[in-house]
């Protein structure tokens, strides 16, 4: 189990930047979220719904957008990054991670809406991340990708991942990379202070 106290998600919320130093919020999803998260996929542009999802959707269908809005269940988490835009708290990126304590990885899948691509947001984003895979006690972090997704393809060789065969569909191509970072040591505030207070609840988890 993770041990996350979900019952107060605002302390595992982080401040990011972009590349030209815009405050970018990165939080769980909340249920107040539901019309805006909609919004955002079905604004996105068809290729990108399609690399997201590996199929042609125009939105979440009502039981995935429910698996969306679960936090916690199943180790399987959503986050969503926010931009103040015109006054509004607007969601410009999202991820979806899941953790598989069996074999101590953690998968992810993330997306930028197409409006605010090229500023940093998914490097930043996937960096999260992988603060996130260290504090839940995660020795690798993975993701999938279509061959095709040039895009994503380039950002995860950048961010220091390996490629190698995806196990189930040609189609796709698997990034992973080794978490090796210890608990003292993880760059993101909040993420660190979890790991720390899961070590010390738990003495013999690494992180």
């Known amino acids: 189990m993770s041990t996350l106290r979900l019952e107060d998600l605002k302390q595992y919320s982080d401040t990011l930047r972009t590349r030209d130093g815009t405050a970018l919020d990165v939080r769980f999803v909340e249920p107040r979220d539901t019309d805006e998260l909609q919004h955002y996929f079905r604004s996105l542009s068809t290729r990108s719904r399609y690399n997201r999802f590996f199929g042609a959707i125009s939105e979440l269908p009502n039981g995935l957008l429910h698996d969306f809005l679960q936090i916690g269940e199943r180790e399987r988490f959503t986050v969503v990054a926010t931009m103040m835009v015109d006054g509004f708290e607007t969601i410009v990126a999202e991820a979806r991670y899941a953790l598989h304590a069996e074999t101590a990885t953690l998968e992810f899948g993330l997306s930028v809406h197409d409006r605010w691509q090229d500023r940093g947001i998914a490097t930043a984003l ?17 993701g999938d990708t279509l061959r095709s997704n040039e895009t994503m393809i380039s950002l995860a060789r950048k961010s220091g991942f390996a490629f190698v065969t995806h196990p189930d569909d040609w189609k796709l191509v698997r990034f992973d990379k080794g978490i090796s970072v210890a608990a003292k040591d993880i760059p993101c505030a909040s993420w660190r202070l979890a790991a720390l207070s899961r070590q010390a609840e738990s003495p013999s988890a690494s992180v």
């Open 126 to 142: 996937m960096k999260n991340l992988e603060c996130r895979a260290a504090a839940l006690g995660a020795e690798h972090i993975f």
